[in-house]
Each structure stands twice: as C-alpha cells, then as structure tokens.
C-alpha cells in the first residue's frame, strides 16, 4: 500500500461548478494534511493546511481532514478557468513533506 | 509578500559535471529543504537544513549531493558528478521562524529546472 494515494486525473469540470479533489493516506504519524497548487513547469504553491481533523475554509476552498478515515478533501466553488492546474496534497512528517501524485484539474470556460 | 528565489531557472551540464543551484529562503526562515520532481512524477523530498546542519535526508540524497547555507542568505545544492538521471526539477523551500517550528508550511521557490546530458 503507498503511503499516500491521490487520483491523478485528468478531471474536467465546467467553470462554475464545485470541484472536490481527494487523498488517502496510511501514516498516523503525519502531522499536518496541506494543498498545494502547482502550474505547468512552477513551483507548488501553498493553498491551505491544517492539523486536525474538521474543515477549513478560505475564500472559495474548503480543505477538509478525517484523521479517522485517513481521508483529506480539497473543495472549490464557483471553480474558474485560472483554477485549471495540479494540485497535490502533502502530509508533514517530522522535517519532510510527503507528497501525493497530484490531480490534474482541468476547468472548461 | 516574502518568496523563495532561485537561481538559475534553467541549467544545462555534461554528465559528469558538478552542477550548484541556489536559493534564497525566506528571510526570518530557519529550516531549509531542497525536493525534486522528475517530468511527470511526485514531488520527493531529498534533503532538510537546520542550525547550519543537515536534519534529515533521504535515499536519494547520497554522497554525490551536499547543502551549504554559506552566508546568511543564501542556501546552496551541489551535485559532484551529475548523472543523466539527475535531470530533473529542483525545489528549495523554507519554513519556520522560531525554533521547533518546522512543522509549520513550507513555501517553495519556482524551481530549477537541471538537464544532465
């Protein structure tokens, strides 16, 4: 079982609507669940992170963690076309981040 | 807004050179780290800096690599003897502004892109 498993898409959604991206991962020992954004041939940028298990909203994203299910969601509304990138989720183990593979979001205008 | 910079943005070398990217951190950061992502697969994590020591690194972070913070500022990652599959992206990040911090995000630089031929 990989540590940390992430669909890595393509999803393609229409603009408007909500989009819900997923990971699961298996290490109790991770720390804090974070999102990442990256674009084609950048570096990932930091949308949200968390500790605990519940959700967190930001303007339009909402990242929420089940420490349970070992189960964290990403959640964009009115989603736009600039939306349209990779995003992955990390998990902090001591000093590292622990990557997923990252799902590509495609949003059609 | 404070970023991580790095340069150069592209970098191309003979395999068998010694290559040296840098990276300016986030300026009150205390922990440094340097990822890689080869096209078209996962971010992974190679190397974490801390009170001018390395404090964790992983497998891939062999004796052909080695960090330096060489003065306040900047943060520095050499390869001695590049191999084709070097090729890659290469991320500094910075995190922490007080001790015992370094759980807190890490912020990523735009990234070196390194081509070994």
């Known amino acids: 079982q990989k540590e940390v498993e992430q669909d890595p898409g393509p999803l393609s959604v229409p603009e408007g609507a909500i989009v819900s991206l997923n990971c699961t991962y298996s290490?109790?020992?991770?720390?804090?669940f974070m999102w990442y954004r990256q674009y084609s041939r950048k570096g990932p940028e930091l949308l949200m992170y968390?500790?605990s298990s519940g959700n967190k909203e930001d303007g339009r994203f909402t990242a929420q963690v089940d420490k349970s299910s070992k189960y964290i969601s990403l959640f964009i509304r009115d989603s736009q076309p600039s939306d349209s990138a990779t995003y992955l989720c990390?998990?902090?183990?001591?000093?590292?981040?622990?990557w997923g593979a990252g799902t590509k979001l495609i949003i059609k205008p | 807004e404070p970023e991580v910079t790095q340069t150069p943005s592209h970098q191309v070398t003979q395999m068998g050179q010694e290559v040296i990217l840098r990276c300016v951190p986030i300026?009150?950061?205390?922990?440094f780290y340097w990822y890689r992502q080869i096209l078209g697969q996962k971010v992974e994590f190679l190397v974490s800096?801390?009170?001018?020591?390395?404090?964790?690194k992983s497998e891939i972070f062999d004796d052909q690599f080695s960090v330096e913070r060489p003065d306040g500022s900047n943060f520095t990652l050499k390869i001695r003897s590049t191999k084709l599959e070097d090729s890659a992206m290469y991320f500094c990040?910075?995190?922490?502004?007080?001790?015992?911090?370094?759980?807190?995000?890490?912020?990523f630089g735009p990234g070196t892109r390194l081509l070994v031929l």
């Open positions: 990390a998990f902090s183990l001591n000093y590292q981040l622990i």
């Open positions: 800096f801390y009170n001018n020591e390395i404090s964790e």
């Open positions: 968390t500790y």
């Open positions: 990040a910075s995190s922490g502004d007080r001790d015992r911090s370094y759980q807190e995000t890490q912020y």
């Open positions: 300026s009150n950061h205390l922990y």
């Open positions: 290490n109790s020992a991770f720390q804090y």
